[in-house]
């Protein structure tokens, strides 16, 4: 299947600080990717979609200003947290939708970043 | 909208035994359906994918799950489980592009199966 990649996959910064986290698709272009939040043991929250040369659709509740979203190009989107407190310490994993080829129709995760906000 | 239901959040198998998860979806326009399996500390991974055609479809690692439209269904199955099918499994809905409806995926709440030695 199509590979997206997440970058870092884990790191650590100081309360009120700005973190950037990275994810391409290495084998194939994406318009639209989107980024999630996982808190332990529980399910993905969608936080926004990401598309490509305009602006990310946020998801009800989920901060523009502090989770900044910048698609530039068809491989690389980044998530920006802004100001980042320990409540926003999670899992954060991108996603990729396909849209090239019979695989059209599939969206393929990246591994996932850890962001741990002291 | 869009929503699933993975029933158990907990199922427990011998290693040998059947694996059953259970997913129901609802969804306004004929569905893609999903599943992701997630190990510790990592990202999705797809199992298998249901979009049209052949509603048994055949994954990864021996699973395979069969869309029924009738109950709004797309269970996952494996006949033998082995200790390393023990992770999170996520069932997932989305609509096909111009459907007017959501593309996003939106998932169940995942089960947690554990594999017994």
């Known amino acids: 299947g199509a590979v997206v990649s997440q970058h870092p996959s884990r790191v650590i910064c100081k309360s009120g600080t700005s973190v950037k986290i990275e994810c391409r698709s290495l084998?194939?272009?994406?318009?639209?990717m989107f980024w999630y939040r996982q808190f332990p043991k529980q399910s993905l929250m969608l936080m926004a979609t990401?598309?490509?040369?305009?602006?990310?659709?946020?998801e009800q509740g989920v901060e523009k200003d502090k989770f900044l979203i910048n698609h530039a190009s068809l491989t690389l989107s980044t998530l920006t947290v802004t100001s980042a407190h320990p409540e926003d310490s999670s899992f954060y994993i991108c996603?990729?939708?396909?849209?090239?080829?019979?695989?059209?129709?599939?969206?393929?995760f990246g591994e996932g970043s850890w962001l741990t906000v002291v | 909208a869009q929503s699933v239901t993975q029933l158990g959040s907990h199922v427990s198998v011998s290693e040998g035994a059947l694996v059953l998860l259970r997913c129901n979806y609802s969804?306004?326009?004929?569905?893609?359906l999903f599943w992701y399996v997630q190990y510790p500390n990592q990202g999705l991974q797809l199992l298998l994918k249901?979009?049209?055609?052949?509603?048994l479809v055949k994954g990864i690692n021996g699973f395979e799950a069969e869309f029924k439209k009738s109950e709004t269904s797309f269970h996952l199955t494996k006949p033998s489980a082995h200790m390393s099918d023990a992770a999170e499994y996520f069932c997932?809905?989305?609509?096909?592009?111009?459907?007017?409806?959501?593309?996003?995926?939106?998932f169940g709440k995942g089960t947690k199966l554990t594999v017994n030695p």
């Open positions: 996603s990729a939708r396909v849209i090239q080829g019979g695989d059209g129709n599939t969206i393929y």
């Open positions: 249901y979009t049209t055609g052949a509603t």
């Open positions: 997932a809905v989305s609509n096909p592009r111009g459907q007017g409806g959501s593309e996003k995926l939106v």
């Open positions: 969804s306004s326009v004929p569905p893609y």
């Open positions: 084998d194939f272009q994406a318009t639209t």
């Open positions: 990401s598309n490509e040369g305009s602006k990310a659709t946020y």
